[in-house]
């Protein structure tokens, strides 16, 4: 799908969603990234090959734990 110099990382990268954005729509929660990534606002994702990437982001300060 990349067109572009130097090519977005492919989509079963770990750095995926550093890809460029090629349809933004924030009023729907996702975007589609250059390398055929669907990229939810939940921080989910949707493969080109169907997979899921469940929502990943970060706990709130209130919800970590530290070490006594």
């Given at each position: 799908?990349?067109?572009?110099?130097?090519?977005?990382?492919?989509?079963?990268?770990?750095?995926?969603?550093s890809a460029r954005l090629v349809a933004h729509h924030p009023e729907q929660g996702w975007s589609l990234l250059c390398n055929g990534v669907l990229l939810f606002e939940d921080t989910g994702e949707l493969l080109p090959d169907g997979r899921v990437i469940a929502p990943h982001r970060p706990l709130a300060t209130s919800q970590v734990m530290t070490a006594a």
């Amino acid at each position: 799908m990349c067109q572009h110099q130097p090519t977005c990382p492919p989509a079963e990268s770990a750095d995926r969603e550093s890809a460029r954005l090629v349809a933004h729509h924030p009023e729907q929660g996702w975007s589609l990234l250059c390398n055929g990534v669907l990229l939810f606002e939940d921080t989910g994702e949707l493969l080109p090959d169907g997979r899921v990437i469940a929502p990943h982001r970060p706990l709130a300060t209130s919800q970590v734990m530290t070490a006594a």
